[in-house]
């Protein structure tokens, strides 16, 4: 439902105190204009460049110096006519700050609902004070739709050649989707300076200006692809084949995305970011520590915002690294419940959405983490990654030889252990160092003798409880000596 049908219901209903969540204040205005020419309403408009000015009217009216007080006291005298009279407020969060301009809106909002007579405010943000949440309705501007884009597009590259077509333009609009009609016209402009055409890679470019200048999201446009990632077999079919499909003939059948658990080291942020690049989405990465405000109730907007930048970038892969540490305290009471409210609007995200993100979680000790947060249609799986095989192994180390340009014919040291960042640092270090692997890998312990009841906890937990990630099926931990060992005790005959 567009901005115009939303406000003309709003209106007819009487729902006199209204605001307009909207980052392009020009084009609200047009359509608000729009609607008031067609229903023969009145528009009044006022910020604190300009005064108030009437909608048809060339004059200004002094309000005293543009006092925002006297703004809001003029529209009691447009509530004599049977037609109903809009006051829109540009940027007027910046003063809701003072007792007198929230008493003196609280008291026309009651009035106008007899005279007709309706204030909106027209903001980036939405900051309501405690005395007017009850009598103000928030209504979004939704950003410009792929067809107003496409019309954007074809309004500024007019030259033949300079606008793609077929899939190619399918891949733009898919990169400009989520931009304002400000943001897109520059990167449009920006491109065709550039490359003379409009591409998509400057689109990605004025995305990450936006996500960077939000501070709670990254855009990751790496390279990483399922080739440079050894072992997971299971776990690439499945994201691929359940994110081709993308639910087109049915929103129901979106893909919901996976849950990754495993100890660290074993290739889930690896497989995240690639995932994006073999799906052709964008990667944007969620740092739950971001979202963190040090004022009351700045960390549930900043959530709030956050899961809006991403439904507006859809489709793309939302990937949040660590989650346990991230919503640390959830199930305490040191921050005053911050992690747990934040927690809980997670939860209904991930539950109720219905915009193309495929969301991919990573964890290394999932009993931190409520178990609500696993169960099911939040995820399409719960997908424990092992520390890898000797075949998987062997195939991260020619991986790693290949990329740090080493000799593959010597000797590489005893890795039954190893995870694969662990085998990455030893590469590193052969290379850094110009020393063998034998020599480098005296640099390199692995998580799994650093941390081994650690990570032995989380394979008993795992088993029985989570898909497996590199074959079909629930994942059975694997028996090793140091596993079946029996304990001896000195009361054991078989001791002696």
């Not at 080739?227 to 776990?235: K, P, Q, T, V």
Request: aromatic fraction near 6%; hydrophobic fraction near 40%; charge should be negative.
């Amino acid at each position: 439902m567009s901005l115009t049908e939303r406000l003309a219901e709003m209106v007819r209903a009487c729902f006199t105190g209204l605001w307009i969540a909207s980052h392009e204040h020009d084009d609200a205005l047009m359509e608000i204009g729009q609607l008031c020419r067609q229903e023969n309403w009145r528009l009044i408009s006022w910020d604190v460049d300009r005064g108030l000015q009437i909608s048809g009217q060339d004059q200004e009216i002094d309000t005293g110096t543009n006092d925002p007080l006297a703004a809001i006291r003029a529209l009691a005298a447009f509530g004599e006519s049977d037609q109903p009279a809009l006051l829109v407020l540009v940027n007027f969060h910046r003063f809701l700050q003072s007792a007198e301009i929230v008493q003196a809106l609280a008291r026309q909002i009651t009035s106008g609902k007899q005279n007709r007579t309706f204030v909106v405010i027209l903001s980036p943000v939405v900051n309501i004070p405690a005395e007017l949440e009850k009598q103000i309705l928030v209504i979004d501007h939704d950003l410009p739709t792929r067809a107003q884009l496409a019309e954007i597009a074809r309004g500024i590259a007019t030259e033949e050649g300079e606008l793609p077509s077929g899939g190619e333009l399918d891949r733009v609009l898919d990169a400009a989707v989520g931009l304002t009609r400000y943001e897109a016209e520059g990167a449009f402009s920006l491109s065709l300076v550039r490359h003379n055409s409009v591409r998509a890679e400057v689109l990605w470019e004025q995305k990450a200006q936006m996500l960077k200048k939000s501070g709670l999201l990254s855009l990751h446009r790496g390279q990483e692809k399922f080739a440079d990632l050894g072992g997971l077999d299971s776990l690439k079919a499945f994201c691929l084949r359940a994110m081709r499909r993308q639910g087109e003939a049915n929103p129901l059948l979106r893909p919901r995305g996976v849950l990754l658990l495993s100890p660290p080291g074993c290739g889930k942020s690896q497989f995240a970011k690639a995932l994006g690049n073999e799906t052709g989405r964008p990667t944007l990465t969620l740092d739950m520590g971001s979202l963190l405000g040090s004022l009351v109730g700045e960390s549930e907007r900043n959530m709030r915002q956050a899961l809006k930048i991403v439904e507006a970038m859809a489709p793309c892969v939302l990937f949040a690294d660590e989650l346990e540490k991230g919503l640390a305290g959830v199930n305490g009471q040191g921050d005053s419940g911050v992690s747990t409210r934040l927690f809980g609007q997670l939860l209904s995200w991930l539950n109720d959405r219905t915009s193309d993100v495929f969301f991919v979680g990573t964890c290394n000790d999932i009993s931190r983490l409520p178990p609500e947060f696993a169960r099911a249609e939040r995820f399409d799986s719960v997908v424990f990654i092992d520390l890898p095989d000797a075949a998987q192994r062997a195939k991260i180390w020619d991986l790693y030889l290949t990329l740090f340009q080493l000799d593959s014919r010597q000797t590489r040291p005893a890795d039954d252990q190893w995870s694969g960042a662990e085998i990455r640092a030893c590469c590193r270090l052969a290379a850094l160092l110009d020393v063998p692997l034998i020599a480098a890998a005296q640099n390199v312990v692995p998580v799994a003798v650093t941390a081994a009841e650690s990570v032995e906890r989380l394979r008993t937990w795992a088993t029985g409880r989570c898909s497996s990630a590199d074959k079909p099926g629930i994942y059975q931990r694997k028996e090793t000596k140091a596993t079946t060992r029996r304990r001896v005790s000195r009361t054991d005959p078989s001791a002696n």
